[in-house]
């Protein structure tokens, strides 16, 4: 994808990044696997595959200084993991998503909704506080998992 290449190197150099081969496949890692959700150590297996001499070192670090000037998201879903993302390019860019993560089979699915918004504006209204991030987590059944349950219980 000569296109993303392109994308990446400049977003990098914007956020005054050395432009590595390494930093390039792991944005390519990411763009490849919208909602994966994946962690440091499946970002490293899925980079070495082309990059054998990468590091596993090297990707926590990469990822790290990326998710701290916001290039890509981090964020965890209480599983014990880190998790990471690449957000929207920049001409797509609207506003945050979101997770819904299934208690029963753990797929994690992404939504947006502007609800949000109009909260932070009352807290800042109510109460003079600033929002400028946000993360929202929802934890329930998928549907998959909730029709497995109501078959199961038609059985019995």
Known sequence: ???NQEYFKVLLKKNGLKVTTQRIAILE???NRPGCHLTAEEIYDCVKEEHADIGLATV???VQLMSELNVIDRFRLDDG???YEIGKMEAEKTHHHHH??????GRV???E????ESLEGKI???MGFSVVDHEVKLFGYCEGCQKKQAAKQQKE
């Open 100 to 105: 819904l993560v299934c208690l029963n089979c």
């Open 81 to 83: 993991y880190v998790r």
């Open 1 to 3: 994808m000569p296109d």
């Open 60 to 62: 926590y670090r990469t």
């Open 113 to 116: 909704d502007d609800m949000l």
């Open 29 to 31: 890692v990411l763009q």
């Open 109 to 111: 699915f992404a939504f």
């Open 124 to 126: 800042q209204e109510s």
